[in-house]
């Protein structure tokens, strides 16, 4: 597809890509009594998703309670927009672990994590979820969930306050603000999966999807390159058609 010069009234193509003027612009309209806001589309959305973060209803153990407190009037973490909390991995931005995994819950919260939609995120809360705690050489528990799935953010203590588990929760904010909303390697990578989206992606790279598409077996991660034309579709219509008629013939001879 051919990407044209773009053509915006009072800008010249020159200083499109030019600060200074846009800065101009925008304080020009301002002071007139128009509200425009210059920015990116990535800081906008990841705006909106920080603000937003919906945590799976997870407590296994006694830090658990100091979750519940979080949502109680007296610190209210619905100021920050995080108090939706969803019983459907499905539906959840992040699992924030309050209280001891065991030996036996690991693949039940394994499971949990593989099932929320990307990105998504885990908030490790208390001594035991981080490294087992006072049962750390105990048979049966987990020495840390670090050993399951990644985990973005550390809220230590045996239990942790309510402030704690609030700063964390900031924490995890400020991860997403910065985040490639539309491609790119950010903290969720490693440093050889970072060298891997740069050689692949151009001056960004490309997202953690494709990454990790690559890695369950697709040929190549899934890039647009380019729009597809009229002939395309045709032959897909067609395709599809062909499909259908089968399956028609195969309810038929069945």
């Known amino acids: 597809m051919e990407v044209r010069k ?60 100091e ?8 610190y209210d973490f619905s100021r920050f927009g995080f108090e939706v909390t969803r019983n459907s991995a499905r539906q959840a931005d992040l ?18 994590y593989d099932e929320m939609a990307e990105p998504k995120y885990v908030v490790a809360v208390g001594g035991c979820t981080i490294s087992g705690g006072p049962f750390k050489k105990s048979y049966s528990v987990v020495r840390g969930i670090d050993e399951i799935v990644p985990v973005d953010v550390y809220v230590p203590g045996c239990p942790p ?14 991860k997403v603000k910065v985040e490639k909303f539309f491609g790119g390697a950010n903290h969720k990578m490693t440093h050889e999966e ?11 790279g490309i997202s953690n999807e494709n990454i990790s598409g690559a890695k369950i077996g697709n040929k190549e ?8 034309n009229k002939e395309t579709v045709e032959a897909l219509g067609k ?13 038929v001879n069945k």
């Open 67 to 74: 979750f519940m407190a979080v949502g109680c009037a007296r």
């Open 6 to 65: 773009p053509h915006i009234k009072s800008i010249p193509y020159d200083e499109f890509k030019d600060n200074e003027t846009l800065e101009d612009i925008a304080r020009e309209l301002n002071d007139g009594g128009v509200n425009v806001v210059l920015g990116s589309l990535d800081q906008v959305i990841n705006w909106g998703r920080s603000n937003s973060l919906w945590s799976l209803t997870f407590g296994t153990s006694c830090c658990g309670i």
């Open 95 to 112: 699992i924030m672990c309050a209280g001891t995994i065991t030996n036996k819950m690991a693949p039940v919260f394994k499971r949990l």
């Open 221 to 228: 991660p899934i890039i647009v390159k380019k729009s597809p």
């Open 194 to 204: 970072k060298e891997t989206s740069m050689s692949l992606g151009g001056l960004h």
């Open 161 to 174: 306050r309510p402030e704690a588990i609030l700063y964390g929760m900031m924490q995890l904010q400020r």
């Open 239 to 251: 395709e599809l058609d062909a499909l259908a008629a089968e399956g028609e013939q195969y309810k």
